[in-house]
């Protein structure tokens, strides 16, 4: 049905008018001469923030180790190896020789050579003895290497140059790997190392054609990828100089969420402005004046986007472990820096080079010009006729293709191991095979038992009747407590060995004496105790961060209805895109996921799905308090529609691009993040809150009452335009 709509007067909305800070900064980041200072502050920020940015990856730190609780069994005994044992800053490297036919006396004679090149040029402690399988096909070393918390090099380094004794003059056919705690180190090391180029150059591909399909300008795209280019650099400056001096963990995947991040959510912002900057060029004249309301009508929206998703992920730093403490601090970084980029040097940079940069499109001013009746023959008009006439049913059908997907969570699978963890063969889960094939599968990661010396005998006995445990022996003892090592009969990362570890746990807490005191350390009680640590923060942080996100929308709206809604229509969108990614991930033959991959998705698809909430609802309210609460939740849908689902595919893009990094992980994150968008984008956003908010009504602002201050004598004057709205 036809019906009439108010259309705001906006003449009378000039930013002369306009008052308080939101005015004044508007003013500022687009003035005609203010304009030329925000860029020098700006190209200032930038030449120190570029060179800072290219030494982020000196200063991650991928050790598993530093990322565990302090309270870990595991992380004390790290602790007590470096107290008493000198074990400070050292990973254990694993060198396997195998040969198929049997180890001949020249391959014995190289294992020889190599231990005593090992020990005298690179190894920072002991070289065992090389031990020998039963059935003569394999051998193998194993000793510490020097590792620096702030320095990966140091580390990846060490085993560089034992790659290079070893495989150097071995015989023909002796297959030789390097395995261990050193080994997986330096292969992450290797997967990360380089991509930071790659990465950024394939998300700002990405986005520039995305854009350029967008505006359909050969000029345009080109300056919002230049300001988000520049956010990102600033942005890893920033972290790099908190990682250097204040203690910021970052690890490789912190450092590349973060160049994600910024891309994504940078174009997002700068989508929103320049769809508002578009408008107003239309009704008026001076392009400052039009920035100058585009930035004062998008920045509350995009004030509210930028603290959601920034206070949401500081909630992390009240996580347990290490690495997700570290990961607030880089991710609300990136977006503060980012924020502030779209909405000062965008705006600047648009003002100083004008309209022109809109070709072959340029907006020119037009009188009585009304974005929504431009639209109304569009898409997103038929899309918002579509709701009006069936919100009942959009908003049931809506639903159910939601819990439908959400039942795919049933496949869920957590407990990755570390042959699972990459996407290409890589010489530490080769070795690990090898070993397993030719000894105990633990023998690459021994357990590490630290018991109080008085203790060490009964501990000794305790261990070895546990079963899982192939064997156990004493090493040393030094500062009152003796080192115990222990190989378990499974790999060190299967649950299996994760099994063992608690058993011993459970045998030594009940043993007599001092032995009681005893801590399991070593790869499997780190592995277990991060899982652990990972469920109690999924316990933790995941109210926390739903609680943050409702007192943001609360704040944002005015209203206490519709953040409940909202906030549960996420949830539900959450649970959908864990379901469809756990079948995807079956499909792809990926099944198992690292259990953090749950926190970090629902951070970012709770803070981001609200994300395009806020700009959706800011706006439909912003045109109730108009036309009315039905006539405003369609007007809202159609006016922005376009632009924030060019958003969201463009965030779900650049999300993909994660997939390029060759680790399970990152492939995992990045197509969970980019489903959950989609699925927000086009669904919840676009369908299910705009026919629930029709089918509440006014009510969805309780206790605000926007619809009634259309009538008030301080509302806009209103002319008409035409528009299908539905019954």
């Given amino acids: ?89 050292s990973s254990t490297a694993v060198i396997i020789y195998a040969r198929g036919g049997g180890l001949t006396d020249a391959d014995r004679d190289k294992i020889a050579a190599d231990r005593t090149a090992l020990q005298d040029d690179i190894a920072v402690g002991d070289v065992a003895k090389p031990q020998v399988s039963d059935d ?13 918390p702030s320095d990966n090099a140091v580390l990846t380094d060490a ?24 080994g997986s180190v330096r292969d992450f090391a290797e997967v990360y190392s380089g991509m930071d180029g790659a990465l950024l150059g394939a998300a700002l591909g990405v986005v520039a054609l995305l854009l350029l399909l967008t505006y359909r ?23 790099y100089l908190l990682a250097k001096n204040a203690g910021l963990l970052v690890n490789g995947l912190s450092a590349y969420i973060l160049m994600i991040l910024c891309v994504g959510v940078g174009t997002d912002y700068a989508l929103l402005l320049i769809a508002r900057y578009r408008e107003e060029l239309h009704r008026h004249e001076d392009r400052h004046e039009a920035m100058q309301i585009a930035v004062r009508r998008s920045l509350p929206a995009l004030a509210a ?9 500081l909630c992390l730093v009240f996580g347990s472990m290490n690495s997700t403490q570290g990961l607030g601090p880089v991710v609300a970084i990136g977006i503060a820096v980012v924020f502030l980029a779209m909405t000062s040097l965008l705006p600047a940079l648009l003002v100083i080079l004008g309209r022109w940069t809109f070709w072959p499109f340029v907006p020119r001013h037009t009188p009585g010009y009304d974005a929504s009746a431009e639209k109304e023959h569009g898409t997103w008009a038929r899309v918002a006729g579509a709701v009006g006439r069936r919100p009942r049913v959009i908003w049931a ?79 040393r003892t030094a500062g009152g ?70 007192l943001m929308l609360v704040l944002v709206l005015r209203a206490v209805v519709a953040p409940l809604v909202l906030l549960a229509s996420v949830v539900v969108s959450f649970a959908s895109a864990v379901g469809a990614a756990s079948l995807l991930f079956h499909a792809i033959d990926y099944p198992r996921i690292d259990r953090g991959l749950l926190l970090i998705g629902f951070l970012f698809l709770v803070a981001l799905g609200v994300d395009y909430t806020i700009f959706l609802m800011a706006r439909v309210r912003e045109e109730v308090k108009l036309r009315g609460h039905r006539e405003g939740t369609l007007t809202g849908l159609t006016v922005t529609g376009g632009v924030i689902t060019s958003a969201g595919v463009v965030l779900a893009a650049t999300f993909c691009v994660l997939a390029a990094i060759p680790t399970v992980n990152s492939l995992q994150q990045g197509l969970l993040i980019a489903i959950g968008i989609l699925l927000d984008t086009f669904l919840v956003r676009s369908l299910l809150i705009p026919a629930l908010s029709l089918s509440i009504g006014p009510r969805i602002w309780r206790p605000g009452h926007p619809e009634d201050e259309a009538s008030l004598p301080s509302a806009r004057p209103a002319q008409t335009a035409r528009v299908d709205v539905g019954t």
Avoid: C
Avoid at 136 to 143: R, T
Avoid at 401 to 415: D, F, P, R, S
């Fill in 1 to 89: 049905m036809t019906t009439l709509r108010r259309r705001p007067d906006t003449h009378s909305d000039s930013p002369g008018a306009a008052a308080g800070f939101l005015a004044r900064y508007a003013r500022m980041v687009s003035g005609r001469r203010s304009k030329w200072a925000v860029l020098l502050i700006w190209l200032v920020l930038i030449s120190a923030g570029g060179s800072l940015a290219a030494k982020l990856g000196d200063v991650q730190d991928n050790d598993p180790e530093t990322w565990l609780p302090s309270s870990a069994q595991s992380t004390q005994a790290v602790a007590l190896a470096e107290k008493h044992f000198a074990d400070k800053d």
């Fill in 136 to 148: 003569n096909k394999a051998a193998f070393l194993s000793y510490p290497l020097r590792t620096s």
């Fill in 159 to 182: 085993v560089a140059d034992s790659e290079d004794i070893v495989k150097k003059d071995a015989p023909d056919g002796l297959d030789i790997r390097i395995a261990g705690e050193a």
């Fill in 217 to 239: 300008s050969p000029v345009l795209w080109i300056v919002p990828l230049l300001t988000v280019f520049l956010a990102s650099q600033v942005a890893s400056g920033v972290v």
């Fill in 305 to 313: 986007s930028a603290a959601t998703v920034g206070v949401a992920t």
């Fill in 397 to 475: 059908a809506s639903i159910g293709v939601l819990a439908v997907l959400a039942l795919g969570t049933t496949t869920v699978e957590t407990g990755q191991t570390q042959a699972e963890q990459f996407t290409k063969s890589v010489d530490s889960v080769e070795g690990q095979h090898l070993l397993a094939k030719h000894f105990p599968a633990g023998s690459s990661a021994p357990a590490d038992i630290y018991v109080p010396a008085a203790g060490a005998d009964t501990a000794l006995r305790t261990v070895q009747d546990v079963p899982g445990v192939e064997s156990a022996a004493s090493q």
């Fill in 481 to 550: 407590w003796t080192h115990l090592t222990a190989v378990f009969e499974d790999a060190p990362d299967s649950a299996a060995a994760k099994d063992t570890v608690e058993r011993m746990r459970t045998a030594l807490d009940k043993a007599e004496g001092e032995s009681a005191e005893a801590v399991v350390g070593g790869q499997t009680a780190i592995v277990l105790d991060t899982s652990d640590a990972q469920k109690d923060e999924e316990m933790l942080l995941i109210p926390l961060i739903l609680a943050v996100v409702f």
